[in-house]
C-alpha cells in the first residue's frame, strides 16, 4: 500500500506525521529543568557555515537577531541544535561574551529525540517589543535523526551536503518539549547564509545568489532569502542548474536527471498556473526554487523553495508528490494552538490527483486514490481502535496529524463531489482570500465553506470534522459511493 506514515512535509516544530509519536506525558517545563517561556522570535538569520567532507563536520557562525513579541520581558533565550553539536561561545550583539549553559537533553515527550539544550541569560531582560542580538559559534557532526525521523538524513559528505532546519543543525528557538515548540508556531525570518564546500559542488538555497568566491579548491556560496519563511535549506552536490521564467525559476538537478529537471520546471509552470486560475495569485509572489534530494529524504515546501526527492525527477508518474508541495504555496496559517492540518494537508492530497486529470489526462484519478485511501485507512483503524475515538479536528492535539493527510483527502474528495468543481474551487478560494493575512482555526475554515456552500454540507463537516463518525463509516466498509449518495 502506498500510503506509509512516513510522508512528506515540515519542519522540526510541527511535523508529528514523519516520526515515532511521543509516549510521556510530562510537563513541558520539565523538559528543560527551567520555564519554558515565553520565546522571542526570530527575525534574522546571518548563517555562515565551513564543511569538512572527511570528517563528516561542519563549523558554524550564526547571528541570530531576536524581538520579544510577547506582553512580558523574556530573561533568558533558549536554543536547540543538533545533539552532536556543542556551542563554542556565544555573543551580544556588541561582542561581549555572554554566559550560556549547554547539555544533551531528551524531549519530555519523546524519547527517541534529542537535542543540545542552550540557555543563554540576558544581563537586561527583553522587555515587550525590544531586540537583540546573539552570535553563536558552534561546530560538529551531522548525521541526521534516523531514530527519531527516518526522513532526516541530513549530513555532510561528498555525495550530498544536506542541512536543513529539521536537523537542528543550526540554533533554534525552542526547549526539549514537542508540544511547547509546535504551540509557539512557525515564525517567519529573513536570513543570509554561506556555505563552504568543495569546488566540485554547487550549492543549492532557496534565496537569491549574492556571491560566489573561490579560494584554494573551496567555494562560498552566498544566499539571501527572496522572502521571509520559516525554515532554511542548503543542499550541495554536483547539481545541474536549469532557470525558466525569466529566472524566476530554478531547478537543482542530480547528474544524469537533468531531463527529468526540465520537465519538472515545464510542470511547475503548468502547475502555478492552474493554481492560480483556482486560488488566485500568490502575494508578492518572487519565483521558486526546486532542490532535488534521494527518495527517502522527504519533500518539503516553504514560501520560496521545494524540497523534491529524486522520484518526480525520474518518473513522471510520481510528479503528483510535486503538485502536493506546490499547493502548499496557497496555505492559509493554521492558528490553532495544535493544529490537525487537514484543511493543508488533506486540501493538496486531494489537489494532487485533481491535477493530474488536468495536467495529465488521467481522468478518474481522484477517484481510484481516495479509493485506495479509504481500503488503507480500514487496515489502519482496524489496527489502532484508539484512532475511531478521536475526530480529525481533534489530530494536533493526540499527535495523529498523519491521519488529516489521508482522512482530509477523503473528506475534500466527498465534498468536491457534493458542490461540484466549480462551485467547490470557489469555496476554497474564498476561504484562502479571506483569511491568507490573517490566518484561521479548523472551525473557521468549516464555517466559511458552510456559508459559502449553496447546498447544506453541514452532516458532511460534522461527521468528518467533528465526530469520530467518518472513522466508523470507513471500518464499516462504506464505500466511496455509499459516502457519497449519504451527503447529497
Not at 532526516?152 to 525552542?174: C, E, M, N, W, Y
Not at 518526480?312 to 495544535?338: G, I, N, Q
Not at 453541514?458 to 464499516?476: D, N, Q
Amino acid at each position: 500500500m502506498k500510503k506509509p506514515l512516513l510522508l512528506f512535509l515540515l519542519p522540526i516544530l510541527a511535523l508529528a506525521m514523519v516520526c515515532k509519536k511521543p509516549t510521556v506525558p510530562t510537563s513541558p517545563a520539565a523538559a528543560a529543568g527551567e520555564p519554558a517561556g515565553p520565546f522571542p522570535d526570530p527575525v534574522y538569520y546571518d548563517l555562515k557555515i565551513d564543511t569538512d567532507y572527511e570528517a563528516g563536520t561542519i563549523t558554524g557562525d550564526c547571528l541570530l537577531r531576536l524581538k520579544n513579541s510577547a506582553k512580558v520581558a523574556v530573561a533568558s533565550v533558549p536554543l536547540n541544535l543538533y545533539r552532536l553539536m556543542e556551542v563554542v561561545s556565544v555573543t551580544d550583539g556588541s561582542g561581549q561574551a555572554l554566559k550560556f549553559t549547554q547539555s544533551v537533553r531528551i524531549f519530555e515527550d519523546w524519547r527517541e529525540f534529542q537535542v543540545n539544550h542552550i540557555r543563554v541569560p540576558l544581563g537586561t531582560p527583553l522587555a515587550p517589543g525590544g531586540e537583540t542580538a546573539l552570535r553563536i559559534k558552534y561546530a560538529g557532526p551531522l548525521l541526521g535523526y534516523a531514530e527519531a525521523m527516518r526522513y532526516v538524513k541530513d549530513h555532510v559528505g561528498p555525495d550530498l551536503t544536506l542541512i536543513r532546519t529539521d536537523s537542528l543543525a543550526f540554533p533554534q528557538i525552542g526547549v526539549p518539549s514537542w508540544k511547547t515548540n509546535r504551540a509557539a508556531g512557525l515564525k517567519d525570518y529573513s536570513f543570509t547564509v554561506s556555505l563552504t564546500v568543495p569546488s566540485t559542488h554547487v550549492v543549492a538555497n532557496a534565496g537569491d545568489l549574492v556571491s560566489k568566491s573561490e579560494k584554494d579548491g573551496r567555494t562560498t556560496y552566498v544566499y539571501k532569502s527572496r522572502v521571509p519563511s520559516w525554515r532554511i535549506d542548503l543542499a550541495a552536490a554536483d547539481y545541474e542548474v536549469i532557470e525558466g521564467g525569466a529566472g524566476r525559476f530554478r531547478v537543482f538537478a542530480f547528474p544524469g536527471d537533468a531531463a527529468g529537471g526540465r520537465a519538472l520546471l515545464g510542470s511547475l509552470t503548468d502547475a502555478l498556473a492552474l493554481y492560480t486560475r483556482w486560488f488566485g495569485p500568490l502575494d508578492a509572489f518572487s519565483g521558486l526554487t526546486v532542490i532535488e534530494v534521494p527518495d527517502g529524504y522527504g519533500s518539503q515546501a516553504d514560501a520560496a523553495a521545494v524540497i523534491q526527492e529524486a522520484g518526480a525527477f525520474k518518473d513522471p508518474e510520481a510528479r503528483d508528490k510535486f503538485y502536493h508541495e506546490l499547493a502548499h504555496l496557497w496555505d492559509v496559517p493554521a492558528k490553532d494552538p495544535l493544529p490537525c492540518r487537514f484543511e493543508s494537508e488533506g486540501l493538496a492530497t486531494f489537489l494532487e490527483h485533481l491535477l493530474q486529470e488536468k495536467l495529465e489526462g488521467k481522468p478518474g484519478a481522484c477517484v481510484r486514490d481516495v479509493r485506495s485511501t479509504l481500503a488503507y485507512l480500514a487496515k489502519q483503524f482496524a489496527k489502532h481502535p484508539d484512532w475511531r475515538a478521536v475526530p480529525m479536528i481533534d489530530y494536533g492535539v493526540k499527535d495523529l496529524t498523519d491521519l488529516s493527510y489521508t482522512v482530509g483527502q477523503v473528506f475534500f474528495y466527498l465534498l468536491y463531489d457534493r458542490l461540484g468543481e466549480e462551485e467547490f474551487l470557489k469555496t476554497i478560494a474564498g476561504f484562502k482570500h479571506d483569511y491568507r493575512g490573517t490566518g484561521a482555526t479548523t472551525r473557521q475554515f468549516v464555517e466559511s465553506v458552510r456559508k459559502r456552500a449553496t447546498v447544506d454540507v453541514g452532516r458532511l463537516c460534522e461527521e468528518w470534522v467533528f465526530t469520530p463518525r467518518a472513522a466508523e463509516l470507513i471500518v464499516s466498509g462504506t464505500s466511496l459511493e455509499e459516502l457519497s449518495r449519504r451527503y447529497r
